[in-house]
């Protein structure tokens, strides 16, 4: 087993045959034990290392995170690749920006995930098994939110109300059939909902996402969209593979730039588009 640390005012990496060895616990701001073959941690590890402030547990065999685990100083926090079910309803790291849990096994997440993270900017949890978001997660900070390869089946209801700071959201390869008609992601610039079920869009998607720049929804089976797609700053969109006929005649998106219909029947432009 090798773990890689670092400590305070000090660039070197010191190596550790194990993470009971590491000396002068209380002033290591990093530790990487990845690609070992761990199956636990300990359950005080927070408070050995009060001052950590990245760790990374990456591609082992974690099969659970301890309890109660506290990282009062913990920024980011990288557990992919483990066999992870579950992860603690109580986690207490204030101060965490990024955190990454994709890869696991995880069939779902706290009902009040989000409550310890106030400071979250970055959530990866792709590639598990989630069939449902927790309804009332509340990352106020979170920018990028990525879910993509699980087994969702819906998005709850009022989607971004808790996280209005969202500007990234990757939902591709899940069940989706349909998006909240209330989704509410003011701040979103690109979002990936391709590769699901999607039938249809919200009447008012461009209301409901107003920045939006990036917009893939190919390989869906949508067979329309909505009469008042009008996005003002959409620079690109992609629905290729569908089940699409027509365009809206009102079409209406003024900075378009990349353009893609492909795998639908849709052969002509409508009269009054806007790119």
């Keep these: 087993m090798v773990v890689i640390v670092k400590y305070i ?27 070992n073959k761990l199956t636990s941690l300990q359950k005080n590890i927070g408070v050995r290392f009060p001052n950590l402030q990245e760790f990374k547990c990456y591609n082992n065999k974690l099969t659970s995170l301890p309890e109660n685990i506290n990282f009062p100083n913990l920024q980011i926090f990288e557990c992919g690749g483990n ?38 900017q970055t959530f990866n949890c792709s590639d598990n098994k989630l069939i449902l978001l927790p309804k009332n997660m509340n990352l106020p900070n979170l920018q990028n939110f990525y879910c993509r390869n699980n087994e969702i089946t819906s998005l709850p209801d009022n989607f971004g109300m808790n996280f209005p700071n969202l500007q990234i959201f990757s939902c591709w390869g899940n069940q989706l059939s349909s998006l909240p008609e209330n989704m509410n992601c003011p701040e979103l610039l690109a979002f990936y909902c391709n590769h699901n079920q999607l039938t249809l869009l919200p009447e008012n998607i461009a209301i409901l996402l107003p920045k939006l720049q990036i917009f893939m929804c190919y390989v869906n089976n949508l067979g329309s969209l909505p009469a ?39 052969e002509l432009f409508p009269q009054n588009y806007g790119f």
């Design 83 to 120: 066999q992870l079910t579950s992860l603690p309803d109580t986690m207490h790291i204030p101060n965490l920006c990024y955190f990454d849990c994709s890869y696991n096994k995880l069939t779902s997440l706290p009902d009040n995930f989000g409550m310890n993270f106030p400071n979250l």
């Design 9 to 35: 005012n000090d660039p070197t990496e010191y190596t550790f045959d194990t993470i009971k060895k590491i000396k002068n616990k209380k002033n290591v701001i990093y530790i990487n034990c990845c690609y």
């Design 228 to 266: 008042n797609f009008n996005f003002q700053n959409l620079k690109q969109f992609n629905y290729c593979n569908n089940k699409l006929t027509s365009l809206p005649n009102n079409m209406n998106c003024p900075a378009l730039k990349e353009f893609c219909c492909s795998g639908n029947v849709t």
